[in-house]
């Protein structure tokens, strides 16, 4: 039986930009995965979590500091915009269900940084 891969609602989505030129994101989120499970002479379909690439919370127990590579090409001294926004689910996701980015995308944190 074919397993189906779903990505959940409380996704974000880090990303880095220059103006005018290249931008490169991460979406973090949680993916499950439906699965086949036996309990004694039954056979039940689940859904169960297979991935988590969200970033925890400061004051969670275990806030493991995480790395994420994004690329941008930007000459010496260019300034590089990066974001991160909360999503109540994924772009796509969203714009199947008629979700506009204005309710689904909330900025969370933005800054900049001058290329080496």
């Given at each position: ?51 988590d690439s969200r970033i925890a919370a400061l004051a969670s127990d275990n806030p493991a500091p995480i790395e994420i590579e994004l690329r941008v090409h ?43």
């Amino acid at each position: 039986m074919p397993s189906r891969r779903a990505i959940c609602s409380d996704a974000g989505e880090l990303a880095v930009w220059i103006d005018g030129g290249e931008r490169d994101s991460e979406e973090l989120a949680r993916t499950f995965a439906d699965r086949v499970e036996r309990s004694g002479s039954h056979v039940h379909l689940v859904r169960r979590q297979v991935a988590d690439s969200r970033i925890a919370a400061l004051a969670s127990d275990n806030p493991a500091p995480i790395e994420i590579e994004l690329r941008v090409h930007a000459v010496r001294g260019a300034t590089i915009h990066w974001s991160l926004d909360h999503l109540l689910m994924p772009d796509a996701m969203a714009s199947e269900q008629g979700v506009g980015q204005g309710i689904n995308r909330m900025r969370v944190h933005e800054g900049t940084l001058s290329a080496p």
